[in-house]
């Protein structure tokens, strides 16, 4: 488990897009944040600042029906990589899938295998 902040902290590469599982809805960060803004609504307005004055971050809150749309589009179109995180209470987050397009590959050429989530 990490806290949040350290968790953005990790480099990955630009064509991972990192989200946190809030239950009812969707966050990412950072610059994740402004480029699912841009891909997804084509603006960056829907953009929010979280965080102290010297110490805010971008964030951007996506519901479940746009969290599953832009998942499927950066799986699928674009063969980028989705990490999600889960609160593991307070501010500690554990990672609580990662997928590619190999495991997207997987599960359309072998169904029953959805157990690799």
Aim: contains cysteine.
């Amino acid at each position: 488990m990490v806290n949040m902040s350290f968790c953005l902290s990790f480099q990955k590469p630009v064509t991972t897009v990192r989200f946190f599982n809030r239950g009812d809805y969707y966050t990412v960060h950072g610059t994740d944040a402004v480029f699912t803004a841009k891909e997804l609504f084509h603006s960056t307005a829907v953009v929010k600042f979280i965080g102290a004055d010297n110490n805010r971050i971008e964030s951007l809150a996506l519901g479940k029906a746009n969290f599953e749309s832009f998942v499927r589009d950066l799986l699928l179109v674009k063969q980028y990589r989705v990490e999600v995180y889960v609160a593991q209470g307070g501010n500690d987050w554990t990672v609580e899938y990662k997928v590619g397009i190999v495991q997207v590959a997987v599960l359309v050429i072998f169904p029953q295998s959805i157990c690799f989530l």
